[in-house]
């Protein structure tokens, strides 16, 4: 954790020689807090390049969001983000947004091919995940749980050739699991409990037998299941 007391490097004293997004100005000045307390920071030549942010007193506009959208690492937990029905494009490797209550389609977000870790946990996303996610070939981990997300998966889901975990649990994906997830070679962990899947591809017991972690209990899978997955499934809403 950071809170710099020289904020973007030792030749520089004040918060106002450096580039200071308009989030911090405009919590200094809502608040009435000093910009140097606000959240944990990191700043490399003048530039913010890590920001992590939990505290509840907050509420973050439009604006203070899209100020920070190109830091590096970009961690806001647990901070009420009030955003309009716009578009918002993420540049940051390392994205974590949770529990922020934020309220906009899937498609309204979009997220840098640098993006390596992609957090939408506990908020209000609804929509069907765009199928631009899974072209970044550099994307490790995607967890969106708890959200609205609905719609079927994408087909090319396979495009993220480095993807290790895909938490997608407790939203409203329906329909099948398309048989491309199988082709996810990295692949170790995948959650997709309490959703409103029906029907799993037979190459999921290849998958069991690697040892990928599989969790899709609390579904509708109730027919045409491979032997495998009988045990793995678990409960399910079929009456």
Same mark, same amino acid.
């Given at each position: ?14 918060? &106002? ?31 913010? *390049? ?7 007193? $907050? ?5 203070? $969001?899209?100020? =920070?959208?190109?830091?590096? $690492?970009? $961690? ?12 918002? &494009?993420?540049?940051?490797?390392? =994205? ?9 389609? +899937? ?8 993006? +390596?870790? #992609? ?57 099948? *699991?398309?048989?491309? *997830?199988?082709?996810?070679?990295? *692949? ?18 290849? +998958? =069991? ?11 509708? #899978? ?18």
């Amino acid at each position: 954790m950071w809170n710099l007391k020289n904020p973007c490097n030792d030749n520089i004293k004040t918060y &106002s020689e450096c580039n200071t997004p308009h989030l911090f100005n405009s919590i200094s000045n809502q608040y009435d807090i000093q910009i140097s307390e606000i959240g944990s920071q990191k700043w490399v030549d003048n530039n913010l *390049i890590y920001f992590y942010l939990y505290d509840n007193r $907050f509420i973050l506009t439009n604006d203070d $969001f899209k100020s =920070v959208l190109d830091t590096e $690492f970009l $961690f806001l937990d647990g901070i009420n983000v009030n955003l309009k029905d716009t578009l918002y &494009s993420v540049n940051s490797k390392y =994205v974590l947004l949770r529990q922020n209550n934020i309220d906009i389609s +899937m498609k309204n977000i979009s997220f840098s091919e640098e993006s +390596m870790y #992609i957090s939408l946990d506990d908020n209000k996303f609804y929509g069907p995940i765009p199928e631009s996610i899974f072209k970044n070939k550099n994307l490790i981990n995607l967890s969106i749980e708890f959200n609205n997300i609905f719609g079927q998966l994408p087909q090319n889901i396979n495009d993220a050739i480095n993807l290790k975990s895909l938490i997608l649990n407790n939203n409203k994906i329906s329909g099948f *699991i398309p048989e491309s *997830i199988c082709d996810l070679k990295e *692949i170790k962990i995948i959650h997709l409990q309490y959703n409103s899947i029906f029907q799993i591809p037979d190459c999921i017991c290849e +998958m =069991v037998k690697n040892g990928v972690e599989i969790e899709l209990y609390g579904n509708i #899978i109730c027919s045409n299941i491979p032997n495998c997955a009988k045990n793995l499934i678990g409960f399910q809403e079929c009456f």
